[in-house]
């Protein structure tokens, strides 16, 4: 007859040679979601713990969207690192790619002005069409500026106007400035002064 004792302590030797491996290094790292990297990142970063960065950067490789726009942000405004416009640049692209008006927005002011990419007037206009025609009053206010200008895209004082107009009537304080400024002027529409003092 087989010793009951040395059965149970063969098959309790596998249990701890799996335990021995998963502690080996320390403690046996919890997978974690995307969303939960990205919230300890949050976490660490306002209390000043270290690595908080590398949190993002997992959440992000994940494929976790609010991650790219979080690392834009701190790369553009230098939160914790040194300002790094490229880096921004390249995180404000995949987080327009999905969808993000308002880094679809900023993606735009970098080509612009040149900021961690090549200066390029039309690849702004294309970014600020992108969030304007979606409805992002910013974008159209810039896109109106750049049309009554001819900066970046053919010169066209009417498609400025209107541009202007669409900010104006979202409420947007910028867009209701320059669309009064057109009126007054008469610049893509008919100078009508008392209009543009009631915008």
């Not at 919230?39 to 992000?60: I, M, V």
């Not at 999905?98 to 390029?120: A, C, W």
């Not at 049309?147 to 010169?155: A, H, P, R, S």
């Not at 320059?178 to 009631?198: H, I, P, S, T």
């Amino acid at each position: 007859m087989k010793n009951p004792k040395k059965l149970a302590s063969l098959a309790l030797a596998p249990l701890l040679l799996a335990a021995a491996c998963a502690t080996s290094s320390g403690s046996p790292e919890i997978r974690r979601t995307p969303q939960e990297l990205f919230n300890a990142a949050e976490s660490a970063q306002q209390h000043g713990d270290e690595g908080w960065l590398e949190l993002f950067e997992r959440s992000a490789a994940e494929g976790f969207s609010p991650a790219f726009k979080r690392l834009a942000e701190i790369y553009l405004h230098g939160q914790g690192v040194e300002v790094d416009n490229s880096k921004a640049v390249q995180w404000l692209a995949r987080s327009a790619e999905i969808g993000d008006l308002e880094s679809r927005y900023n993606l735009g002011v970098m080509h612009y002005f040149g900021r961690g990419t090549p200066k390029d007037s039309a690849a702004a206009a294309e970014c600020w069409r992108i969030a304007g025609e979606r409805g992002y009053a910013a974008a159209q206010t810039n896109l109106g500026a750049i049309c009554i200008l001819g900066d970046g895209v053919k010169l066209d004082m009417a498609e400025g106007a209107r541009w202007f107009k669409r900010a104006a009537d979202s409420g947007d304080s910028t867009g209701q400035m320059k669309y009064a400024l057109a009126l007054m002027n008469g610049y893509g529409v008919e100078q009508d002064k008392f209009e543009a003092v009631r915008w």
